[in-house]
T-cell receptor, first 109, second 111 residues
Framework: ELKVEQNPLFLSMQEGKNYTIYCNYSTTSDRLYWYRQDPGKSLESLFVLLSNGAVKQEGRLMASLDTKARLSTLHITAAVHDLSATYFCAVVSGNQFYFGTGTSLTVIP | NAGVTQTPKFRVLKTGQSMTLLCAQDMNHEYMYWYRQDPGMGLRLIHYSVGEGTTAKGEVPDGYNVSRLKKQNFLLGLESAAPSQTSVYFC??????????FGEGSRLTVL
C-alpha cells in the first residue's frame, strides 16, 4: 500500500517569510496533486505534477516534483494571511488517490 | 454549475441506526470516490467506483457499503452506525485519474 507523508503537520509563520512543505511517498506514481482546504470547507485543487522535474507556480505558491526521490515540495514565498489553510498532497497509484495527513498553515500578521 | 453535491450536509445518528449519504455529480465523470476525514489522519478512501455498476474497496471499507446504479450518483451506506464512524465524509469525482472534484462534505456524528 502506498504511504504518503507530509511534514510539517503544523506550520506557523510570519507574513513575509518563506517556507517549504514536504511530501514523501513510498512507491512510484505517475502524478501528484496539491490541494488546499479552508476550515470547514471542501478541498480545491492547486497543482498537478506529471513528470520528474515538473514545476508549477501560482502566485506565492510553487510546487515541484522529484520522482526519483519520491518527493514533492510546496514552497511558499513571502507568506500572506490569505494563505492560511491546510494543504494536502495526493499521489495517484492505479485508480486510487492517496492523501498525505495535511499541513495546517497559519500565517501570522 | 452544481459540480459535486452531497446530501445531507449534517446528520446525527444513534449507535446502531442506519443511513445513506448521497453523492451526485453533473460532470459526466466515470470515477467517483468516498473519503472520510478525521483530525490528524488526512483523507482515507472508503470505497470507489470506476464506472456505473462497479465498486471497489478502499483503505477503510469496513462498516460501509456503496452502490453506483447510475453514473451520476454514488451512495454510501452505513448499516449499523458506530461512534468510530463519526467523521466528515467527502465525495469526489474525476475523469479517470485526473483532477478530483470534491463535494462540500457531510458531517456525521454517531452518539
Amino acid at each position: 500500500e502506498l504511504k504518503v507523508e507530509q511534514n510539517p503537520l503544523f506550520l506557523s509563520m510570519q507574513e513575509g517569510k518563506n517556507y517549504t512543505i514536504y511530501c514523501n511517498y513510498s512507491t512510484t506514481s505517475d502524478r501528484l496533486y496539491w490541494y488546499r482546504q479552508d476550515p470547514g470547507k471542501s478541498l480545491e485543487s492547486l497543482f498537478v505534477l506529471l513528470s520528474n522535474g515538473a514545476v508549477k507556480q501560482e502566485g506565492r505558491l510553487m510546487a515541484s516534483l522529484d520522482t526519483k526521490a519520491r518527493l514533492s515540495t510546496l514552497h511558499i514565498t513571502a507568506a500572506v494571511h490569505d494563505l492560511s489553510a491546510t494543504y494536502f498532497c495526493a499521489v495517484v497509484s492505479g485508480n486510487q488517490f492517496y492523501f498525505g495527513t495535511g499541513t495546517s498553515l497559519t500565517v501570522i500578521p | 454549475n452544481a459540480g459535486v453535491t452531497q446530501t445531507p450536509k449534517f446528520r446525527v445518528l444513534k449507535t446502531g441506526q442506519s443511513m445513506t449519504l448521497l453523492c451526485a455529480q453533473d460532470m459526466n465523470h466515470e470515477y467517483m470516490y468516498w473519503y472520510r476525514q478525521d483530525p490528524g489522519m488526512g483523507l482515507r478512501l472508503i470505497h470507489y467506483s470506476v464506472g456505473e455498476g462497479t465498486t471497489a474497496k478502499g483503505e477503510v471499507p469496513d462498516g460501509y457499503n456503496v452502490s453506483r446504479l447510475k453514473k451520476q450518483n454514488f451512495l454510501l451506506g452505513l448499516e449499523s452506525a458506530a461512534p468510530s464512524q463519526t467523521s466528515v465524509y467527502f465525495c469526489a469525482s474525476s475523469y479517470s485519474t485526473g483532477e478530483l472534484f470534491f463535494g462540500e462534505g457531510s458531517r456525521l456524528t454517531v452518539l
